[in-house]
């Protein structure tokens, strides 16, 4: 059986003033790091086999500060792990985007069919190398979110869950489907935990 520990990255200024953050390379900020620290802490008595992580610097310093914790693990980078292009409306808040584009249609953006078929590669590949091992997954709330809409049929996910900065969901397969087992957690951050989720 193949387990997913998918850990949305730590809070960037871009999250802390509630912009829309795409394919931006934005880092950490300093509470973001901090959040990075507090849930290496909490997932360094977990076997991990390995960490994949999107190639973006927010991801990727959020995976390596908790890859310091869980130790020192092989590190793999995957495009099909990075976030969704919010278009013309990276960079603004909602309301700018509400503004912007009322109708809902946003030059550029990518579309969700096309996030989902991206992700779930991204996902059987890391089920054909590891067939029987726990993997760290270091991504995105807008990425995240696709792949639990997709496996919840609309339950929850995009549209439906604010994920927050540094917060811990579980998928599982036993090799034919994928399950969630929880998701959104934030027992690492205790009163820290509340930040700002785009």
Sequence with gaps: MTAICLLRHGETEWNAAGRLQGREDIPLNAKGKE?????????????????FTSPLARAKETARIVNGYIGGLPMFESGDFTEKD??????????????????????????????E????????????RFPDGLILLVAHGGLI???????SEGRIGTGKTKLFNTCISHIISDG?????????????????GKVTSI
């Design 35 to 51: 959040q990075a620290e507090r849930v290496g802490q909490y997932l360094q008595r977990t076997e991990f086999a390995a960490v």
């Design 86 to 115: 919010y278009g013309l409306a990276s960079g603004m808040t909602v309301q700018e985007r509400d503004s912007h584009f009322p109708d809902g249609r946003i030059p550029g953006m990518e579309p969700f069919d096309q996030i």
């Design 117 to 128: 078929k991206r992700a779930m590669s991204g996902l059987e590949g890391i089920r054909r």
């Design 145 to 151: 979110n696709t792949i639990l809409a997709l496996l």
């Design 176 to 192: 034919s489907s994928w399950q969630i087992i929880d998701y959104n957690r934030i027992d690492h951050l205790g009163s820290f």
